[in-house]
């Protein structure tokens, strides 16, 4: 909880023990410089983040809801509808869209790990992107 704003957020740590191979360290840092560049209803947001001596923060939106996955899994043998399953894709295609719209002169964000634990249905029943630990940028060309 943000004590001056009372605004949840969700808190990802990493431990820096487990980031001492260079090429792990620079994955969280591929993921932050990639979520500082978005902002999209659909994406998870990221409000900041800072390391300390033992751990690095990174401050992001809290999304309340279940994953497609739990959502899937919820609901047993029973198909989702039709109308329903539209929704929830045109708002992933939006979501992907957005990520990969690249001019001449802006790059894109790969988001490369999508499954449907990496998206959350929000108590409004949209969709949100997570986990961009996996994201890289795409440069035009």
Excluded at 8 to 17: E, G, H, Q
């Amino acid at each position: 909880m943000n004590k001056r704003t009372k605004q949840r957020v969700a808190i990802k740590t990493y431990p820096k023990f487990k980031l001492n191979d260079p090429s792990k360290r620079k994955a969280v840092q591929r993921e932050i410089a990639c979520m500082k560049k978005l902002s999209h209803p659909y994406v998870c947001k990221l409000y900041d983040h800072f390391e300390t001596s033992k751990d690095i923060y990174l401050i992001q939106e809290y999304v309340s809801g279940v994953s497609l996955y739990q959502y899937m899994r919820s609901r047993g043998n029973k198909p989702v509808q039709n109308d329903q399953a539209r929704f929830f894709t045109k708002q992933l295609c939006e979501c992907l869209k957005y990520l990969h719209a690249s001019d001449k002169t802006k790059e894109s964000i790969v988001h490369r790990d999508l499954k449907m634990e990496n998206i959350i249905i929000d108590d409004r029943n949209n969709i949100r992107l997570i986990d961009f630990g996996f994201a890289v940028t795409q440069y035009p060309g």
